[in-house]
Each structure stands twice: as structure tokens, then as C-alpha cells.
């Protein structure tokens, strides 16, 4: 369910987008990301004690994040460890990615919005052409190696 509602940001649902912004905009909830990343699964308590906030605290957190996808967990006796989802986590990536690339296609891509803020069209041209043949010569030196 939470992973769908996270599916659903990426893939456009109107307005819900906004809402992942929400989520990763707590600084919070980024440090315990960060954390679930480095260490692994953690319970809330472990997390209270390195991050310097209430165990209730982290809980509501960890709840926002389960909410959004992000985050699981499955009960383990009276230790409940909570984990990253590493797929969830990666499409968030790209959803970000995506929206913070500004017209940009990546490599070849070609950049409309810088090409068009541009007083020098030609010059601009010229520079990004000079970047993807050196982009392409370490492509053919790295064929080259093998």
C-alpha cells in the first residue's frame, strides 16, 4: 500500500507530488534515512539514542516514512527493526532526479533551457559539443582497455 502511494507521486498523480517534497523536507526524517542507510536495520530507541530525539519522536517519523514507502518494518518478538527500502529509495531518486535535472537529458542530452537563456547560441553549442567528444574519448579509451 505505502509503496503504491510512493508509485503514485512518481508517476505524476496530480498534487501528490508535492507530498514527497513534504516527507524529505524534515530534517529528521533525512538523518534517519541516512541512518537506516549506514547501519543497517535499527529499532527506534537504537535511533533516538544517535540522532538526540525522543523515542516517540523518531516513531511519528518512521511513520511518515513507512507511510510514504520508504521505510518498513517487521516485528521481531518486542524488537521491531526498522529498514530502508532500497527500491522505493532508488525510484525516489529518480523521481528527484528528474525534476532537478532542468532540461537536461544527461549525457548527449541536449539543454533547451540553458540554450535558450543563452545570449551566445553558437558559443554555448560549441562548448557542450567540445564536452561530449570528451565524453566519447573516454568512452573509446575505456573500450580500448579491454
Known amino acids: 500500500m505505502a509503496f503504491k502511494l510512493l508509485l503514485n507521486w512518481i508517476n505524476g498523480m496530480e498534487g501528490e507530488q508535492a507530498e514527497l517534497f513534504k516527507v524529505l523536507g524534515v530534517e529528521s526524517r533525512t538523518r534517519i534515512i541516512e541512518l537506516l542507510k549506514q547501519k543497517g536495520p535499527l529499532g527506534a530507541n537504537d535511533m533516538s539514542e544517535v540522532l538526540g530525539i525522543t523515542p516517540s519522536a523518531v516513531s511519528q517519523h518512521l511513520k511518515i516514512l513507512k507511510h510514504a514507502g520508504l521505510a518498513w518494518n517487521e516485528r521481531k518478538g518486542y524488537w521491531i527493526p526498522y529498514e530502508i527500502d532500497p527500491v522505493a529509495l532508488d525510484k525516489c531518486g529518480e523521481f528527484l532526479s528528474n525534476i532537478c535535472t532542468f532540461g537536461c537529458q544527461g ?8 540554450l535558450s537563456r543563452a545570449k551566445d547560441k553558437v558559443a554555448l553549442l560549441k562548448k557542450h559539443e567540445r564536452e561530449l567528444e570528451e565524453e566519447l574519448n573516454k568512452v573509446r579509451a575505456q573500450i580500448e582497455e579491454f
Open 107 to 114: 549525457p548527449g542530452g541536449f539543454r533547451e533551457a540553458e
